[in-house]
Structure formats: structure tokens, C-alpha cells
Nanobody
Framework: VQLVESGGGLVQPGGSLRLSCTAS????????MSWHRQALGKERELVAS????????NYADSVQGRFTISRDNAKNTVYLQMNSLKPEDTAVYYC?????????WGQGTQVTVSS
């Protein structure tokens, strides 16, 4: 199992970014996916999740209405569209898949929201 995130960077408050996570080593369309983030000195937290076919999504209260999780099963990729970014969204963002009672994580991508 391999998960590779991309799309992070430095953005001003109010700006947007789209993160991508490309998966390999498993049948992507059979598994739900999730995005998590970890700010410096804080615990990792769930940001958003999506079911295997994309029919159901869930969001943390802190990002509801600003972030959108989606997936393209033909491309083995899950996305996180982040709008109206705030300084408190600054963190390393990770995608995750849970397979056979194990969590698999990507290496993470840094998102920094600052003027």
C-alpha cells in the first residue's frame, strides 16, 4: 500500500488549495478514504472522510462548509478542496486508508496559511 499526497504550499488567509492523494497497492474503489491533519504541537485530527464509491462524506466541524472531499476511482486519487483557508488550518495533511484492521498513511503535505 502506498499513498502519496501533493498540493500543499503557502497560501494567504482566504485563499484556496487542492490536495491530492494518489493510491497504489490495493483496490482503491473498495475502500473508504480520509484526510487528517496535524498542527505543530497538537494531535492528529480527522478532517474529512469519504466512502468507497463517494456516496457519503463527513467533515470535522471546523472545516464544514469550507472543505470538500472527493475521489476519482478511475485515477486512484482522493482530493481535498480547501477554500476560505484560515491560519488555524496550518498543518501537515495526511491521507489514510484502513485495510484489514491496519491504518496506512501517506507521508503528508504541508499547508501553511499566512499573510
Amino acid at each position: 500500500v502506498q499513498l502519496v499526497e501533493s498540493g500543499g504550499g503557502l497560501v494567504q488567509p482566504g485563499g484556496s488549495l487542492r490536495l491530492s492523494c494518489t493510491a497504489s497497492g490495493f483496490t482503491f474503489s473498495k475502500f473508504g478514504m480520509s484526510w487528517h491533519r496535524q498542527a505543530l504541537g497538537k494531535e492528529r485530527e480527522l478532517v474529512a472522510s469519504i466512502t468507497n464509491a463517494g456516496g457519503s462524506t463527513n467533515y470535522a466541524d471546523s472545516v464544514q462548509g469550507r472543505f470538500t472531499i472527493s475521489r476519482d476511482n478511475a485515477k486512484n486519487t482522493v482530493y481535498l478542496q480547501m477554500n476560505s483557508l484560515k491560519p488555524e488550518d496550518t498543518a501537515v495533511y495526511y491521507c489514510k486508508v484502513w485495510i484489514r484492521f491496519m491504518d496506512y498513511w501517506g507521508q503528508g503535505t504541508q499547508v501553511t496559511v499566512s499573510s
